[in-house]
């Protein structure tokens, strides 16, 4: 349970505390009283609860802006409560939530909703509602009261803006409040009825597929809406090589276009699908080599800008049945840190200051929300970091509902020691 930091001072000590936006790298102490970073470095006399955190690294508070929370409708699935514990596990202090319960999150009362059931928890919840009313491509939220409400973004994600009329008009109306249209980019005449990634192991498996093209036909026309208007929009867990050469080309035109990927994209293929595992069945689908090199490459030259799970927890009998008609989507705050770790930190293809940027840094540029720094003065909202853990993937232990991972019994190394937000903690102690 959460220790509430209010009643009593905490020292984090001998850690190496690491912040690129202050230029902040370096082993001492962080001093922290009522929820505020009092100082950083030896504590001296300064008296409270001690952690020792020798060989971790403290790292402003891990984002995770692509998050499905379940709840209204789905609670057998997930709640807000239970999708915040399973990313404060994943060394997570704030998440974003989409729209795509039951009913969906389209107006005020809603956004209150999900800010109502999530106060009082470690990890802040920002809700990201609908594009338009019900999810139904028709008619525009109120956007305006909403963002009052808390919202900090909108999207119907899972279907993307209906057409180009709906998206010029909604990117206009957030961004007279400076939020994002966040999108799922799929064209539905050429996804169809397809499973999985249409290439040379669909044709084999005898699945219909979903080509890399019906993504990247709508990608462009995001960018194109974006680059007429001038404004914003962002594109959601970014799969194939073409949408990554669009964005890239875009940005260098100086359009105003964002865009994340998923860890799962980068470390499996549609390879993995030969094994009829439900649990590797997702939207957009897993892709081919070709793909998954391009978004690492994108990574690595920022054209990606964001690491987001997209969390999308399943019932047992969602997926315990045949491949094509099993649900889209997998868990993934849990697990999300240690792929990253192991496959790209500790293999030398990002480093430290990249995983800061791609994981908390650029997610609160991107919804124009506050800067999260570690200095004196600041709220204390950390994510303790030990980068020697080994561990194995047990979806038993997970503290969200649900258990549909591909990663079940994977040996990684590199997770979350402790998160630290709201005047609250988690530690191991």
């Known amino acids: 349970m959460p220790l509430k930091m209010s009643d009593q001072s905490v020292i984090l000590k001998n850690a190496r505390i690491f912040d690129p936006q202050v230029k902040l790298d ?65 060394g997570f202090t704030e998440i974003c939530c989409m729209p795509n319960t039951s009913p969906p999150i389209d107006c005020r009362s809603d956004v ?10 470690l990890v802040d919840v920002h809700p990201i509602p609908a594009v ?109 090589a073409g949408a990554v050469r669009l964005i890239r080309e875009a940005k260098a035109r100086g359009v105003r276009v964002t865009a994340e990927t998923c860890p799962h994209y980068l470390v499996l293929t549609d390879e993995i699908i030969r094994q009829f595992d439900t649990f590797t069945k997702m939207n957009p689908p897993l892709r081919s080599e070709t793909d998954q090199q391009a978004l690492i490459g994108g990574l690595k030259d920022g054209t990606i800008d964001a690491i987001a799970t997209d969390h999308a927890p399943h019932a047992y009998e969602d997926k315990e049945c045949e491949f094509k008609e099993a649900a889209f989507g ?41 800067t999260n720094k570690i200095e004196k003065g600041a709220v204390a909202n950390l994510t303790v970091i030990d980068p020697e853990a080994a561990w194995v993937v047990d979806s038993a232990a997970f503290e969200s509902k649900s258990r549909n991972t591909p990663f079940q019994g994977w040996n990684l190394k590199g997770r979350a020691f402790g998160v630290m937000n709201r005047g609250r903690m988690i530690f191991p102690v």
């Not at 597929?209 to 995001?222: C, H, T, Y």
């Open 112 to 121: 209150e909703f999900i800010k109502e059931r999530s106060a009082g928890h």
């Open 132 to 240: 338009t009313v019900g999810m139904a491509g028709e008619k525009l939220t109120e956007m305006g009261d909403m963002v009052e409400a808390g919202a900090v973004g909108f999207s119907d994600d899972g279907r993307p803006v209906a057409t180009a009329g709906l998206l010029r008009r909604a990117i206009e109306y957030a961004g007279m409040f400076g939020k994002p249209i966040i999108d799922h980019c799929e064209d539905p005449s050429l996804a169809q009825d397809g499973v999985m990634h249409e290439g040379r192991v669909s044709t084999a498996l005898g699945m219909p597929g979903i080509p890399g093209i019906a993504e990247d036909i709508a990608v462009m026309r995001d960018i194109l809406v974006a680059e007429y208007t001038g404004g914003t929009v962002h594109i959601a867990h970014v799969s194939s």
């Open 330 to 370: 997998i868990v993934g705050l849990e697990t999300a840190l240690g792929i990253m770790w192991t496959h790209f930190i500790d293999k030398g293809i990002l480093n430290l200051e990249n995983l800061v940027r791609l994981m908390s840094v650029r997610p609160r540029e991107i919804l124009n929300l506050a």
């Open 26 to 90: 370096k082993v001492t102490d962080i001093q922290i009283r009522d929820g505020k970073i009092m100082d950083i470095g030896p504590a001296g006399a300064f008296k409270g609860k001690s952690i020792d955190c020798t060989g971790k690294i403290i790292v402003p508070g891990l984002m995770d802006m692509h998050v499905h929370l379940r709840e209204p409708g789905h609670e057998h699935k997930e709640t807000i409560r239970t999708g915040c514990n399973a990313a404060a596990a994943g």
